[in-house]
């Protein structure tokens, strides 16, 4: 199973770190890392072709050991245990692993939706006027896109005066 297959089954989104390798990024419980992927707890293709893993990054000691406790008993194996990370392997086949693996990392799923919220959806944006300019705010109903309504000027032209020289000069 590939990392692009895994996300597609579990309804998660897939993205490529720094390095160009495939990864499921998940939340970034370190708030003082610098904004990459491979900063946040994700789930990795471990590289043997049979296991995943799960890099978790927590701030504290009691978040880390908690988790890795939790994980280990769902059967994933210790990989790397550091003070606040580690790194857990897991069968991506086995669905109660990869779902634990999945909310260790703080993963959001999408949403499945039924027929009925897919067709009131689809109803909601038919009412709305995507694609099209913003209307004027004026309560009037007037369908005049912004640029022409704005402060009841007819074009935005009449807003923008020329630059003035310097009279300092």
Known sequence: ???????KQYRVKMRRDSCGEEIIPG????RDMPDRMEYRSHVYDHG??????????????????NAAKRLLAAGFTLKQNGDTEGTLLFDPTNATQAKAALKGAGVKT???LTSEQLT???AREAK?????????R????????????????????????PME???KG
Do not use: Y
Request: proline share 6%; glycine share 10%.
């Open 1 to 7: 199973m590939t990392v692009e297959q895994f996300a």
């Open 27 to 30: 939340k970034k419980f370190c």
């Open 48 to 65: 043997d072709g049979a296991r995943f893993g799960v890099c978790l990054l927590f701030t504290s000691v009691g978040k880390w050991h």
């Open 110 to 112: 999408r949403r499945k």
């Open 120 to 122: 009131a959806l689809m």
């Open 128 to 136: 709305t006027a995507f694609g099209t300019p913003k209307t004027a």
């Open 138 to 161: 004026s309560g009037t109903g007037d369908p005049k896109p912004m640029a022409r309504a704005c402060c009841g000027f007819e074009t935005l032209e009449r807003h923008i005066s």
């Open 165 to 167: 020289p310097n009279a």
